[in-house]
Structures are given as C-alpha cells and as structure tokens.
C-alpha cells in the first residue's frame, strides 16, 4: 500500500460508513484508483464453469451494487466481478444507519435491505461496459415480493445478455423470510425458473446459488441435493453470518450479516463440506473472511474454484488484490502446483 492509498483510506474510514462507500464509488469513477488491468500467470489463469479467469480473486457482491465501477474496479487486479444485488425494481433498502465497521475484528455488519438502483437502470449500465473482464450479477428481490422466483427470473432476463454468470441470492439475512428459500423444494423451485430464463437468453450464462455459513450439515446436503437436481451450475459459500461468537468489538450486537475476519473458520468449513458434498460435480467460489493470499489459497484447497472478498477492502485497500494474486502465484509454485486449478480441494486428498 503506497502513501497515497494509505491516506485515502484513513480519509474514508474516519467517514461514516456507508457515506465512506460512496466517496469509494466516486473515487473509482473519477480515476483516483490507480490500476493497470487483471493479474495474470500460467499460475494463475483458470476457468470457472467454463469462464476463463485471468485470476481466481474477485470481487464478492455488495461493493459495486448498481454497476457503476466495473471498469476501474477489475483495473485493480481483479479476475472477475460480481454486481448487485439487483432487484426488479428500485428499492432504498432498509433505513438508515445499516452499515457498521468493526475495527477491532476487522470486521463489518451490514443491513442494508438489497438496496438497489433497479434491473432497467442496472443492464443500460451494463450494455455500455465494452470490456473484457468477467462480470457476474447477483440477483435479488424486491422486499415486499411475495414471489422472489419471479424477481430474479426477471433480473436475469433484462441483465443476463451482459453478464458471464448469474447468483441466486437466498441466503441475505437482511431481506425478511428470504432465508427459508434455502430450503430444498423452495430452492429447487426457484432454480428452475431462474435457469430456464438464462437458457432463454440468446447466450445462456451458467448459474449459481449463493449459501448462507449458518447450515447446519444436514441443511447443507439438502441444499446441495437441490442444486445438483436443478441444473445450477455452481456454489457460492458463503453469504455473511448472524453470528457474533468471539467478537470484541463495541458495535458487536447490532443486527444484521457479519462478513471479514471473524467469518473466515465458519465460512471456510462450509465450503469445505459443500464440495465433499457436491463430489466434484460442480465449482463452488469460496468467500468470507479472505485478507490475504494465505486465506485465498486455504479456501482453494477446502475446494474453492476461485474466491472473492469485499470487507478486507475497508482495511487494506485495493492493493491488496494484486499483493493476494501475485503472492498466491508464489505459494502454488512452493507446493509444486502447475495451475490453481490443481490445488482446488487438495486438502480433502
């Protein structure tokens, strides 16, 4: 992290937190985010669900929700990038204060209630994206839906022709009810319809489902049954967590999902369990907690495809993807692994 970085990020953590994340927002738009593009080696580079990554490190959904930042946001070194969460139509979200740091977990809780621009204002941001890079979109409902299957199949038919993938959102702790969709049958019904909007599309993207850290074993297997049942093509665990063991902070009870440094043994467990469960037969992305190519590179060998992070940003800054990428290069070559590729799972062999 240079001196400038340094003192951007002392700036907007002295900011209230939310307020913080738009100047973010507007810092990356007008270029004070310096960066040159994806950090690629023969090390590196990857594919997911026939994606091909540049790199295994993304950004995790919640940081660029509306889609305004995607160019400068995978300038920074990234390998991919997913927006949203988008609902149908605009939402402001629950009220307001909804976002809180924990500086002393390195840690954040959210609530913010799938606040979102909208899918309409959302794909005309997406149209004009003439990238390269990979961009996934996170779909989710609009609060008051009483059929969240119908929202995101919606979101992905206005979004889904400028995406590479697709994440069904059930797993939020922030949306009222919308956890009980993780439920087998609820999932499996709503997997059904969302993958048969994307096969509509005139180039049909795979489709993920994104679970939540608190299942329990037989919770899980019933979800990774549905999944296999449903066409999806892939896992994201983790979602942020209810729980608040072993946290110090002062701000430690208020409500809402935790994400950063105290997520990282909950979550990583989880997806451990979630690919001796799915036996291989499709990726899971692994996220919660990763602040270094150390946490990156545990999750790959519990069985992650690739990883993304979002919460270490508030406390490292945008350096830091590129410091995990090229130091995550160097401990595969140490454990004599040729590609990522070949260390996802090596723990459970």
């Not at 907007?12 to 960066?35: C, M, Q, S, Y």
Request: net charge positive; hydrophobic share 40%; proline share 5%.
């Amino acid at each position: 992290m240079n001196v400038f970085e340094k003192s951007g990020l002392a700036l907007v953590n002295r900011l209230d937190p939310e307020f913080g994340h738009e100047a973010t927002i507007r810092a990356l738009k007008l270029g004070l985010v310096w960066g040159t593009g994806p950090v690629s080696t023969s090390r590196t580079r990857t594919t997911l669900a026939g994606i091909q990554l540049p790199n295994p490190v993304g950004f995790a959904a919640g940081l660029d929700k509306n889609a305004e930042v995607i160019r400068p946001l995978l300038a920074t070194g990234a390998g991919f990038l997913e927006v949203g969460a988008v609902t149908p139509k605009p939402q402001a979200g629950n009220r307001k204060p909804r976002l809180f740091r924990l500086a002393k977990d390195r840690a954040i809780i959210n609530r913010m209630g799938f606040n979102s621009d909208g899918a309409a204002a959302v794909a005309s941001r997406l149209s004009r994206y003439q990238g390269s890079g990979v961009v996934g979109l996170n779909l989710g409902s609009n609060t008051e839906s009483p059929d969240p299957g119908k929202d995101f199949a919606g979101v992905i038919e206005a979004c889904g022709p400028y995406v590479s993938f697709a994440t069904i959102n059930v797993s939020s702790p922030n949306t009222r009810g919308l956890r009980r969709f993780q439920q087998a049958d609820a999932l499996g019904a709503i997997a059904d319809r969302v993958v048969f909007a994307s096969r509509r599309l005139q180039r049909p993207v795979p489709v993920f489902v994104k679970i939540s850290p608190d299942l329990d074993d037989t919770e899980l297997r019933d979800v990774v049954s549905a999944i296999l049942s449903s066409g999806l093509s892939g896992v994201i665990a983790t979602n942020t967590t209810t729980d608040r063991s072993g946290l110090t902070d002062a701000l430690a009870a208020e409500s809402g999902g935790l994400s950063g440094k105290p997520l990282l043994d909950r979550s990583t467990l989880v997806l451990s369990r979630a690919y001796s469960f799915l036996d291989g037969r499709c990726p899971v992305i692994g996220v919660g907690g990763v602040s270094s190519a150390d946490d990156a590179y545990r999750k790959i060998r519990a069985g992650a495809s690739a990883v993304q992070l979002y919460s270490a940003l508030v406390y490292s800054g945008f350096s830091l993807v590129r410091t995990i990428v090229l130091e995550l290069d160097r401990l595969l070559e140490r454990d004599g692994f040729e590609n990522v590729s070949r260390a996802v799972g090596a723990d459970h062999r």
